[in-house]
């Protein structure tokens, strides 16, 4: 199943290519100074860096939270490759769920090791509640942890399922 790796790459590289696309056209958001592309009433586009993990967790640490999270991650993305490489063929939704995991992982990743931070650009928001900023990386990851619990509670029932009918047929 290692061929879902490919998904991984061109998330990590879209991801790439619209954080840069975005630090071209939008200023910096910063207190008392934020310039935003309205798409729609609930919809923004609007440049934060993200010194963080999800939601701005350790945002304010200081500096070191930049290389634990970036240890972290390479861990976490090495193990998804492992995981994607010893998936059976009938695995296919896991693999593309893990590969959407890692493609996130990947693209985020770049931005703490290049950076320091993560570029995030979507904003999505109802009046004054604010959904934390996110990114390509971010959404990828979290449509792959769908599909990971979509797969858990449909599919991999349904392919045991098979491969017991299988087993069943072949001794009978």
């Known amino acids: 199943m290692i061929v879902w790796l490919w998904l991984s790459v061109v998330i990590a590289v879209f991801d790439q290519l619209s954080k840069y696309y975005m630090s071209q056209i939008l200023a910096l958001c910063e207190p008392g100074n934020c310039a935003s592309i309205v798409l729609l ?7 934060l860096h993200n010194e963080g993990a999800a ?3 350790l945002s304010d640490a ?6 634990l999270l970036v240890s ?3 861990g976490v993305s090495v193990a998804l490759v492992i995981w994607i490489a010893r998936l059976k063929a009938n695995e296919r939704w896991l693999a593309v769920a893990l590969a959407l995991i890692l493609g996130g992982a990947a693209g985020n990743l770049i931005d703490r090791v290049q950076l320091g931070y993560v ?5 999505v928001h109802y009046e004054s509640a604010y959904f ?3 990114n390509l990386a971010d959404a990828a990851i979290s ?5 990971m619990i979509l797969d858990m509670l449909f599919f991999s029932r349904q392919s045991q399922e098979l491969q017991d009918k299988k087993r069943d ?3 009978g």
Do not use: C, H, M, Y
């Open 169 to 171: 047929v072949g001794n």
């Open 143 to 147: 449509v792959g942890a769908a599909v």
């Open 132 to 134: 934390p900023a996110f």
């Open 55 to 57: 939601f701005s967790f």
């Open 62 to 67: 200081g500096g070191w939270q930049r290389w």
């Open 119 to 123: 570029i995030d650009f979507v904003v």
């Open 72 to 74: 972290i991650s390479t």
């Open 41 to 47: 009433p609930v919809f923004k586009l609007t440049l």
